[in-house]
């Protein structure tokens, strides 16, 4: 299974940017898709998750409101479109797939993707 992130970019405060997820080797509409981030010094953490039937999504709190998680699966790609990005929003972000939902643990996802800095300026 490959996962390839793209989208990142440096962008100010109050911008916006999607990311997208291309995934190969599954059966990419049976599996939950879910996006995590990592700033530098900590620890990898939830952002959203999609369920492979896209009718449900979940949010971190941190996010909720500004971020939308979809996923288009006749192009086998996941979409994360961040808007009111805010510096804190600065990070790596990772895109995973697991078969449970829902799913917002690291240890839920089966395989991942190498991630995409996002570097929000104030």
């Known amino acids: 299974v490959q996962l390839q992130a793209y989208g990142g970019g440096l962008v100010q405060a109050g911008g916006s940017l999607r990311l997208s997820c291309a995934a190969s080797g599954r059966t990419f509409s049976s599996y939950t898709m879910g996006w995590f981030r990592q700033a530098p010094g900590k620890e990898r953490e939830f952002v959203a998750a999609?369920?492979?039937?896209?009718?449900?999504?979940y949010y971190a709190d941190s996010v909720k409101g500004r971020f939308t998680i979809s996923r288009d699966n006749a192009k086998i790609t996941v979409y994360l479109q961040m808007n009111s990005l805010k510096p804190e929003d600065t990070a790596v972000y990772y895109c995973?797939?697991?078969?449970?939902?829902?799913?917002?643990?690291?240890?839920?996802?089966?395989?991942w993707g190498q991630g995409t800095l996002v570097t929000v300026s104030s």
């Open positions: 999609i369920p492979w039937n896209g009718y449900s999504t």
């Open positions: 995973a797939t697991g078969s449970r939902w829902p799913a917002l643990g690291t240890y839920e996802y089966d395989y």
